[in-house]
């Protein structure tokens, strides 16, 4: 079964902090992983996409790692601001058009 | 760079009425996703249309329908509505070969159903 697996389910850190988010998944076939954030009621918003080949991926503060043998990925958030409390959510395409397969997200608190 | 338009923002509607929601793709997308969360939990894959013609279906209940229009913008019409329906309802848009980078979301249309 294509699952899509986030640790951890909340985190909670002080501005300016660093934090590491992560997502396992057992997806096949593998087209490409995404992060999103996503704030409270709002649609999801891109971060990375990753395909097979790439092992990294920097957006800002935001650094995405792939690991395709392990299938495992990775979200790095660098000097954490207040903003960026929100859900982090990981998104692996199973091939093809129409299927996307979520991560229950990470949510993630920033606190002054 | 213009994004995936969705309308209303909110919407509340009672129990049993109808409601319409709309989705506008980013220019030259011509595929359009929709789909429910409920809160606390994910994103539920509803239904697919490519070139005004579905292209999947998934867990939309025989109560609501979708469609693709001529301009490729997109309606999802929810009947006999029921609390349970309360959600945040978005919907993506890609071009059916971009599939590696071209899915984009909407901020999505919250529905209330009281």
């Known amino acids: 079964k294509n699952q899509v697996e986030q640790s951890p389910q909340s985190l909670i850190i002080l501005e300016g902090k660093n934090c590491t988010l992560q997502c396992n998944y057992t997806v ?11 704030d409270t009621g709002r649609g999801p918003v891109s971060l990375t996409i990753m395909t097979f ?24 958030i660098t000097a954490s601001q207040l903003s960026d409390s929100a859900s982090y959510i990981c998104v692996v395409s199973s091939g093809g058009y129409n299927k996307l397969i979520f991560g229950a997200g990470t949510r993630l608190a920033v606190h002054p | 760079a213009a994004g995936v338009i969705q309308s209303p923002r909110h919407l509340i509607k009672e129990k049993r009425e109808t409601a319409t929601l709309k989705c506008y793709p980013i220019p030259r997308h011509d595929t359009v996703y929709w789909y429910q969360q409920g809160p606390g939990q994910d994103p539920q894959f509803l239904i697919s249309f490519y070139e005004k013609m579905q292209s999947d279906k998934g867990s939309i209940p025989d109560r609501f329908s979708a469609q693709q229009f001529s301009d490729y913008h997109s309606e999802l019409n ?37």
């Open chain 2, 78 to 114: 929810m009947s006999s509505l029921e609390l349970g329906d309360s959600a945040l309802y978005f919907c993506a848009s890609s071009r059916r070969q971009g599939d590696n980078y071209g899915y984009t979301f909407g901020s999505g249309t919250r529905l209330t159903v009281v």
């Open chain 1, 53 to 76: 080949s790439e092992n990294t991926k920097s957006n800002g503060r935001y650094t995405a790692t792939l690991d395709a043998d392990t299938k495992q990925s990775s979200l790095h």
């Open chain 1, 28 to 38: 096949s076939p593998f087209s490409n992983l995404r992060w999103y954030k996503q």
